[in-house]
């Protein structure tokens, strides 16, 4: 299996502050790689697919990169509704997903 | 409009069976693998296992397989997930979700049921 780690954990921020998520894979995953929101009693929601294209219907304000086994997760200018759980996930291989990172708003 | 809709909540005994369901519809069931990902209370996503409606492939991850079965029947565009023997440990929220792009076992899943909490307890 392929390890996913995400980092940090827990972060909190405050709105309009731009914040990053980093993931980092056991082995090279090239591009595939995806993020999710996932809010309390909901389904995730994608939002961003081959490491750093947009899911449409995506606000702008989130974007990703990196590649091999870096990669990042951004958020330009922090919403209230940005509050949620993130997850990466590669598919490189048989799909594995990183541990999450709670997000709160100060 | 892309939807998946999954069968109710299950509370269920230790050793009992069990098999949930996911329906999709607004979209073409035979071209997208369907997923199924379980959480349990409080933790992150696990990735079950996978499986293509056009031609019943499926691929488990170690981590469940023998333990779970999944299937579909395409006359109904529904994906089941099931066990024959279920463990206090299966107690979770499962999500069935659709593979992003068509005929492609990577994905990216774009979209998701709403989940089916199944509790498993004496």
């Known amino acids: 299996d392929i390890q996913m780690t995400q980092s940090p954990s827990t972060l909190s921020a405050s709105v309009g502050d731009r914040v990053t998520i980093t993931c980092r894979a056991s082995?090279?995953?090239?591009?595939?790689l995806a993020w999710y929101q996932q809010k309390p009693g909901k389904a995730p929601k994608l939002l961003i697919y081959?490491?750093?294209s947009l899911e449409n219907g995506v606000p702008s304000r989130f974007s990703g990169s990196g590649s091999g086994t870096e990669f990042t997760l951004s958020i330009s200018s922090l919403q209230p509704d940005d509050s949620a759980t993130y997850y990466c996930?590669?598919?490189?291989?048989?799909?594995?997903f990183g541990q999450g990172t709670k997000l709160e708003i100060k | 409009e892309v939807q998946l809709v999954q069968s109710g909540a299950e509370v269920k005994k230790p050793g009992e069976s069990l098999r949930i369901s996911c329906k999709g519809s607004?979209?073409?069931?035979?071209?997208?693998?369907i997923t199924w990902v379980r959480q349990m209370p409080g933790k992150g996503l696990e990735w079950m296992g996978r499986?293509?409606?056009?031609?019943?492939?499926?691929n488990y991850s170690p981590s469940f397989q023998g333990h779970v079965t999944i299937s579909f029947d395409k006359s109904i565009t529904t994906s089941y997930l099931q066990w024959s023997s279920l463990r206090a440990s299966d107690t979770a929220v499962y999500y069935c979700?659709?593979?992003?792009?068509?005929?492609?076992?990577?994905?990216?899943?774009?979209?998701w049921g709403q989940g089916t909490l199944v509790t498993v307890s004496s």
């Open positions: 979700a659709r593979h992003l792009d068509p005929y492609d076992s990577k994905g990216g899943f774009d979209y």
């Open positions: 499986i293509d409606p056009s031609d019943s492939h499926i």
């Open positions: 082995q090279s995953i090239s591009s595939w």
């Open positions: 081959k490491a750093s």
């Open positions: 607004g979209y073409s069931f035979t071209s997208y693998w």
């Open positions: 996930q590669q598919y490189n291989s048989f799909p594995t």
